[in-house]
C-alpha cells in the first residue's frame, strides 16, 4: 500500500470551475500536510500547508483535513488555465531517524478555456 | 521562505563519467534533501544530508553511486558517479526551514547522459 496516494489524473476542468483535488495517506500519526504545485519542466512550489481538521482558505485555494478519515483536499475556485500543472500532496513522516515529507504521484490539472 | 540555487541548471554527459550538483541556500538550515524525478514521475528521495553528520540513503540509493557531502549548513553537493542512461533526471536539492519548518526546493538540474 502507497503511503500516499493521489489519482494520477488528468483531472479537465473548464475555466472558472472548482477543482477537486483528493490525497489519502496511511500513517495516523502524521501531523503536517501540504500542497505543492508543479509546473512542468519547474520544480514543485508550495502553495499551501494545513496541521488541524477542518478547512484552510488562501485566496483561490482551500485544504481541507481530515485526520480520522486520513483524507486531505485541494480546491481551486474559479479555475484558470494558468492553473493548469501537477499538485503534489505531501504528509509529513518519520523514518531512518528524519521526520521526512512523502509525496504523492501528484494529479495532473488541466484547465480548459 | 529559502531561496535555493543550483549548479549546474542542465547537463549531457557521457556514459561513464561523474557529475557534481551543487546546491546553496541563503540561510542556514539544518536539513537538506536530495530528491530525483524522472520524466513524468513523482519524487524519489534519494539521500538525507544533515551537516556534522553522514548522508542517510534511501532503500535502493547507495553512497558508492551518490556520494554527498554537507561542508556547512548553507551548501550540499550531490555527485552521480560512473553515469549510465539510466540516471537521466532532474536531480533536486530541497530543505527545510528551521523557521518555518517548511520544506523548499531548488530549481532543479537536468541531467541527460548519453
Known amino acids: 500500500q502507497k503511503e500516499v496516494e493521489q489519482n494520477s489524473g488528468p483531472l479537465s476542468v473548464p475555466e472558472g470551475a472548482i477543482a477537486s483535488l483528493n490525497c489519502t495517506y496511511s500513517?495516523?500519526?502524521?501531523?503536517?500536510f501540504f500542497w505543492y504545485r508543479q509546473y512542468s519542466g519547474k520544480s514543485p512550489e508550495l502553495i499551501m500547508s494545513?496541521?488541524?481538521?477542518g478547512d484552510k482558505e488562501d485566496g483561490r485555494f482551500t485544504a481541507q483535513l481530515n485526520k480520522a478519515s486520513q483524507y486531505v483536499s485541494l480546491l481551486i475556485r474559479d479555475s484558470q488555465p494558468s492553473d493548469s500543472a501537477t499538485y503534489l500532496c505531501?504528509?509529513?513522516?518519520?523514518?531512518?531517524?528524519?521526520?521526512?515529507?512523502?509525496f504523492g504521484a501528484g494529479t495532473r490539472l488541466a484547465v480548459h478555456p | 521562505s529559502a531561496v535555493i540555487s543550483q549548479k549546474p541548471s542542465r547537463d549531457i554527459c557521457q556514459r561513464g563519467t561523474s557529475l557534481t550538483i551543487q546546491c546553496q541556500v541563503d540561510?542556514?538550515?539544518?536539513?537538506m534533501f536530495w530528491y530525483r524525478q524522472q520524466p513524468g514521475q513523482s519524487l524519489t528521495l534519494i539521500a538525507t544530508a544533515n551537516q556534522g553528520s553522514e548522508a542517510t540513503y534511501e532503500s535502493g540509493f547507495v553512497i558508492d553511486k551518490f556520494p554527498i557531502s554537507r561542508p556547512n549548513l548553507t551548501f550540499s553537493t550531490l555527485t552521480v558517479s560512473n553515469m549510465s542512461p539510466e540516471d537521466s533526471s532532474i536531480y533536486l536539492c530541497?530543505?527545510?526551514?528551521?523557521?518555518?519548518?517548511?520544506?523548499?526546493f531548488g530549481p532543479g538540474t537536468r541531467l541527460t547522459v548519453l
Open positions: 540561510s542556514q538550515v539544518t536539513m
Open positions: 494545513i496541521y488541524s481538521n
Open positions: 505531501a504528509v509529513n513522516g518519520f523514518s531512518g531517524g528524519y521526520n521526512k515529507l512523502i
Open positions: 500513517d495516523r500519526v502524521s501531523q503536517s
Open positions: 530541497s530543505v527545510v526551514s528551521d523557521s518555518t519548518d517548511t520544506q523548499y
